[in-house]
T-cell receptor, first 113, second 110 residues
Framework: NAGVTQTPKFQVLKTGQSMTLQCAQD?????MSWYRQDPGMGLRLIHY???????DQGEVPNGYNVSRSTTEDFPLRLLSAAPSQTSVYFC????????????FGPGTRLTVT | AQRVTQPEKLLSVFKGAPVELKCNYS??????LFWYVQYSRQRLQLLLR??SRESIKGFTADLNKGETSFHLKKPFAQEEDSAMYYC????????????FGEGTQLTVNP
């Protein structure tokens, strides 16, 4: 199993550009989520999904869209990038129910200039 | 709303010294608490969870409901323990949603 994979590893965008961060898992996990990691603020939940076709907002959803058309994939879209979205983005997945352990991807470092 | 606080952003100790990473939480129900660790250039991974009452890599953490704390402790720190540590909380009704603290960067000096 590859676990949770994310692409790209690094990305630089100009303000106003759009892009999609890819996340895939091959563990047949129902639950997937996106976090952003910022110094001094820990990890904050952006969006999550409890299964294909079901998504919901987390703590900081503004400026981001998600969709879940398959169990495996959970892309995160930045509609119009802003410098405040400069961060490291982590995708995570887990099965429903016990144990509540999340498996994280390697992260995508995004810089918006 | 629930909240997790890690009061120390940076913590530096010498090899062989005891280490304690503090975690306090605010939540009125019965939470589940976790410690996650991120070593340099590696992905975030689960270190331990309070319900398991386990010791992983020499680390232990006890949930103190009276003080609403879940401090991570190790009696003798090793250089390979240097990493970013995150405390996280899951409400009993939140499914899989985790609330993370701000993180503590631990450096163990030789």
């Amino acid at each position: 199993n590859a676990g949770v994979t994310q692409t790209p590893k690094f990305q630089v965008l100009k303000t106003g550009q759009s892009m999609t961060l890819q996340c895939a898992q091959d563990m047949n996990h129902e639950y997937m989520s996106w976090y952003r990691q910022d110094p001094g603020m820990g990890l904050r939940l952006i969006h999550y999904s409890v299964g294909a076709g079901i998504t919901d907002q987390g703590e900081v959803p503004n400026g981001y869209n998600v969709s879940r058309s398959t169990t495996e994939d959970f892309p995160l879209r930045l509609l119009s990038a802003a410098p405040s979205q400069t961060s490291v983005y982590f995708c995570a997945s887990r099965i429903e129910g016990l144990p509540y352990e999340q498996y994280f991807g390697p992260g995508t470092r995004l810089t918006v200039t | 709303a629930q909240r997790v606080t890690q009061p120390e952003k940076l913590l530096s100790v010498f090899k062989g010294a005891p280490v304690e990473l503090k975690c306090n939480y605010s939540y009125s129900g019965s939470p589940e608490l976790f410690w996650y660790v991120q070593y340099s250039r590696q992905r975030l991974q689960l270190l331990l969870r309070h319900i398991s009452r386990e010791s992983i890599k020499g680390f232990t953490a006890d949930l103190n409901k009276g003080e609403t704390s879940f401090h991570l402790k190790k009696p003798f720190a090793q250089e390979e323990d240097s990493a970013m540590y995150y405390c996280a909380l899951r409400k009993e009704t939140s499914g899989s949603r985790l609330t993370f603290g701000e993180g503590t960067q631990l450096t163990v000096n030789p």
